[in-house]
């Protein structure tokens, strides 16, 4: 795979990058303007800031635009007054990028971008963004250009926070009818999503926005278990794997799915992904990621008693009750009636209950609590056994064994894959 980094520099910022990738095997094309801007320094950052505030297109020196041998091209521009160098808005301009891995590397004095990174994201469908803070001075900015070499850094930076914004954006043609002025027309329609998955504050937030303006919005604080998911989850290599999704993919009528993903971590600056929401756009290991936070969600459940129809909907024991058990051996099995008098034993619990001849003691899921007079029992007391005890509840405590055991060995797994 053929690798292509082309770049303008004019204060050496930018040589410095060449440097780096052409040690890491890539060819490097450096584009010259043919008029720099001004040596001195107040009319150099005058005129280049004005100039890059209009978008300015420098003209180029003999610039080659052939990148046909070329399956991964990075392109590197300094910042200027917030945007990209006009030897670059040229680069843009005049070269063909369809079907090519493209990323950028800008570098500022301030080691951010927010203009700029708005702007490639406008104008890239899938692309990743690497902002450094002059590595002239700030050598150790390089370390983060092992995302985009996919480099494994010892030093794992362990992910701060993760934000996943989703956008579906469509039409339903014709579907408007309740008025006679709209009658047919057809309705616009924009969701909203937004996840953030914050492990310093070991919070998830998920925000979803539905029809008319209505918004939900959940905030689960999860003491530990946000840690523990994401504590060897190297910051600088998660999400950095996309493929190029292939050029003749057709995308689905009347509705655009995209994403943008931030990435941040303490001492390397916020990573943005951005692409369409689909298996072949996003990154290599975000189903892994997405799944262990869902699973987080499902752990606890957002509805809690005030919903619970067993506590409000619930008939009180009377001393005169009897405990019925309706439990199960396996899922979908057959159901079996278990009398006891131990009133904690709950729906979901696993018990200890005596099957067959022998009474052998065999462990069963209970399905089914009911307090029942003598005269309404769904089974005869003669016939019917008790259970022996209960073993363990279903109650959703998050420990670190049940995590390990519902996500295996997936946490560490997904983290180190990256590398
Ligand atoms: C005309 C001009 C405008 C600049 N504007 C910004 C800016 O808006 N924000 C920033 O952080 N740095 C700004 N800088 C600093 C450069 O982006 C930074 O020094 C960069 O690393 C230069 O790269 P180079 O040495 O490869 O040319 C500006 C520099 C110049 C010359």
Sequence with gaps: MKKLFIYYSNTGNGDIVADYFKQNGYDIRRVTPKHDLPKAFFFKVFWGGFLATVNKKSKLAGYDNDITDYDEIVIGSPIWNGKLSCPINTVLAQTDFTGKKVSFVLYSGSGTAPKTLKRIFKEFDSVGITVLKEPKKHTGELKKLAVLLNHKNENLIPVDKVTIKYNNEGVIKGA????????????????????????????????????????????????????????????????????????????????????????????????????????????????????????????????????????????????????????????????????????????????????????????????????????????????????????????????????????????????????
């Design 176 to 419: 408007l009818k309740n008025r006679a002025e709209i009658k047919g027309k057809n309705l616009r329609y924009n969701i909203n999503e937004t996840l953030i998955v914050n492990r310093v504050d070991e919070t998830i937030e998920y925000y979803r926005n539905v029809f008319s303006g209505n918004q939900i919005s959940v905030k689960y604080h999860l003491d530990s278990y946000i840690q523990f998911l994401l504590e060897d989850v190297n910051a600088e290599m998660l999400f950095t794997k996309t493929k190029k999704a292939p050029a003749d993919i057709i995308p689905p009528e009347g509705e655009k799915h995209t994403y943008e993903i931030i990435v941040e971590a303490n001492g390397i600056s916020p990573r943005h992904i951005k692409g369409t929401y689909s298996m072949e756009s996003l990154p290599e290991d975000y189903a892994d990621f997405i799944c262990l936070i869902g699973k987080a969600f499902n752990q606890y459940s957002t509805w809690g008693y005030i919903f619970d129809p067993s506590i409000y909907a619930k008939p009180s024991r009377r001393k005169s009750d009897i405990i019925y058990l309706t439990v199960q051996f396996s899922n979908y099995g057959k159901t079996y009636n278990y009398i006891t008098d131990d009133d904690s034993i709950e729906e979901y619990d696993s018990v200890l209950v005596p099957v067959g001849k022998e009474n052998r003691e065999t462990e069963a899921t209970v399905v089914e609590k009911r307090y029942c007079k003598k005269e309404d029992v769904p089974y005869p007391l003669s016939k019917v056994k008790k259970v022996v005890r209960k073993i363990s509840t279903s109650a959703n405590e998050i420990t670190p064994e049940l995590i390990k055991s519902l996500v295996g060995k997936k946490i560490k797994s997904f983290a180190h894959r990256n590398g």
